[in-house]
């Protein structure tokens, strides 16, 4: 590493984008954000229920909009949206030069769909194409969770030429449901003689979450066999589905709609902050190098990942074998990797319509807060 270089140059030119997993009113009227795009080699942002509570928690950003919504009559509900998207659409026109200057590959800005639609493929394809319309901006996208119900929702939303980011992924071959969704979307929108450049997706792969799962597992069962094996599930899972992700989009099909101007849909690192303190804070950053993929990290894992991460070329693409040897591994200790990864959704979606509550909690306060001091 020469002196002019830094932990994330040296993984942005590995073929790793780097995204926030953050984003608030304050970080974008203060130029927070627009610093770290330029200090911080940071192309992207992600957003969840829980990100928005947080944000909505705390600070003065969002008191004149409360008011306003306030005093308009605006139910709870619709002044979330009205919150959320004004952010998403802030956002989106700060990485708009990314957006440009990569063809579209990156400056993205994600915004989810209630979590209480999970289940629901028809609500689900609804607020996608409400939300991609109030943002109206290219570089949106649209998460989508990859439940069963959801597949269908996202090549519905595919095919009707909106931007997706695929989350909540746990298994491999929910993956590969997930890959194939994308494509059958793809598909569609080239009968329907949408333009196939301008659609872009990414697949968003949990990982720390699975060795949380897997670990806590392990050491219930507490042989010494089984506590050799903690902390090696999450990296080995998602290096196991970039293998699936260059076969996929290795194959005929996919090689057909590519030449057609499609795009592959890229493998999202999500959950990249590590819960275990006693392992190192950039595990997740360092172990999962390959080209073409996004790292969407929490600030915390971004500043140590600048501080100290030693960045390999490629960690992943001549990793299969071992980590296959890992999932072996945890199989014949009597670990369910179809249990965890259940166990795992059923949990992310649970987790995230907590977080809806309490933002919709916290923006009812804060209405209820305005309209009183109106009164007053």
Same mark, same amino acid.
């Given at each position: 590493?020469?002196?002019?270089?830094?932990?994330?140059?040296?993984?942005?030119?590995?073929?790793?984008?780097?995204?926030?997993?953050?984003?608030?009113?304050?970080?974008?009227?203060?130029?927070?954000?627009?610093?770290?795009?330029?200090?911080?080699?940071?192309?992207?942002?992600?957003?969840?229920?829980?990100?928005?509570?947080?944000?909505?928690?705390?600070?003065?950003?969002?008191? *004149?909009?409360? =008011?306003?919504?306030?005093?308009?009559?605006?139910?709870?509900?619709?002044?979330?949206?009205?919150?959320?998207?004004?952010?998403?659409?802030?956002?989106?026109?700060?990485?708009?030069?990314?957006?440009?200057?990569?063809?579209?590959?990156?400056?993205?800005?994600?915004?989810?769909?209630?979590?209480? #639609?999970?289940?629901?493929?028809?609500?689900?394809?609804?607020?996608?194409?409400?939300?991609?319309?109030?943002?109206?901006?290219?570089?949106?996208?649209?998460?989508?969770?990859?439940?069963? *119900?959801?597949?269908?929702?996202?090549?519905?939303?595919?095919?009707?030429?909106?931007?997706?980011?695929?989350?909540?992924?746990?298994?491999?071959?929910?993956?590969?449901?997930?890959?194939?969704?994308?494509?059958?979307?793809?598909?569609?929108?080239?009968?329907?003689?949408?333009? #196939?450049?301008?659609?872009?997706?990414?697949?968003?792969?949990?990982?720390?979450?699975?060795?949380?799962?897997?670990?806590?597992?392990?050491?219930? #069962?507490?042989?010494?066999?089984?506590?050799?094996?903690?902390?090696?599930?999450?990296?080995?899972?998602?290096?196991?589905?970039?293998?699936?992700?260059?076969?996929?989009?290795?194959?005929?099909?996919?090689?057909? #709609?590519?030449?057609?101007?499609?795009?592959?849909?890229?493998?999202?690192?999500?959950?990249?902050?590590?819960?275990?303190?006693?392992?190192?804070?950039?595990?997740?950053?360092?172990?999962?190098?390959?080209?073409?993929?996004?790292?969407?990290?929490?600030?915390?894992?971004?500043?140590? =990942?600048?501080?100290?991460?030693?960045?390999?070329?490629?960690?992943?693409?001549?990793?299969?074998?071992?980590?296959?040897?890992?999932?072996?591994?945890?199989?014949?200790?009597?670990?369910?990797?179809?249990?965890?990864?259940?166990?795992?959704?059923? *949990?992310?979606?649970?987790?995230?319509?907590?977080?809806?509550?309490?933002?919709?909690?916290?923006? =009812?306060?804060?209405?209820?807060? =305005?309209?009183?001091?109106?009164?007053?």
């Amino acid at each position: 590493m020469t002196e002019t270089t830094t932990p994330l140059a040296d993984l942005s030119a590995a073929g790793v984008s780097i995204w926030l997993d953050d984003l608030s009113r304050d970080r974008i009227v203060s130029g927070g954000l627009q610093q770290l795009i330029d200090n911080s080699n940071v192309v992207g942002v992600t957003t969840n229920p829980t990100i928005f509570a947080g944000a909505l928690a705390k600070g003065e950003a969002y008191t *004149e909009q409360v =008011a306003a919504l306030a005093a308009a009559g605006t139910s709870v509900t619709d002044a979330v949206f009205e919150i959320t998207t004004d952010d998403v659409t802030a956002a989106s026109d700060i990485f708009r030069p990314v957006y440009d200057r990569t063809n579209g590959v990156d400056g993205r800005v994600s915004i989810e769909v209630e979590p209480g #639609l999970a289940r629901d493929t028809a609500g689900t394809v609804a607020q996608a194409r409400q939300l991609w319309a109030k943002v109206n901006r290219p570089n949106a996208m649209i998460k989508i969770p990859a439940t069963i *119900e959801g597949l269908e929702a996202i090549t519905a939303t595919i095919a009707a030429g909106i931007s997706v980011n695929v989350t909540l992924i746990f298994s491999l071959e929910r993956h590969r449901q997930v890959i194939n969704a994308y494509l059958t979307g793809l598909e569609q929108a080239k009968a329907a003689g949408i333009d #196939l450049s301008t659609i872009h997706s990414v697949a968003s792969f949990f990982v720390s979450r699975v060795d949380t799962e897997i670990d806590k597992r392990l050491v219930a #069962l507490g042989t010494d066999a089984a506590i050799a094996l903690k902390s090696k599930a999450g990296v080995a899972n998602a290096q196991l589905a970039y293998e699936v992700f260059e076969q996929a989009f290795a194959s005929e099909r996919a090689r057909g #709609l590519l030449k057609a101007g499609a795009n592959r849909q890229r493998p999202l690192w999500a959950s990249t902050g590590v819960k275990d303190p006693s392992l190192p804070d950039t595990l997740y950053v360092t172990e999962l190098v390959a080209p073409a993929v996004v790292n969407t990290m929490p600030e915390k894992t971004m500043q140590a =990942a600048a501080d100290h991460a030693v960045v390999p070329a490629d960690s992943i693409t001549g990793s299969y074998a071992a980590a296959n040897a890992v999932l072996d591994a945890l199989a014949a200790q009597g670990i369910s990797y179809d249990d965890v990864t259940r166990v795992l959704e059923e *949990e992310g979606v649970s987790k995230f319509v907590v977080s809806w509550d309490e933002l919709l909690e916290t923006v =009812a306060a804060a209405l209820s807060a =305005a309209e009183t001091s109106v009164v007053r």
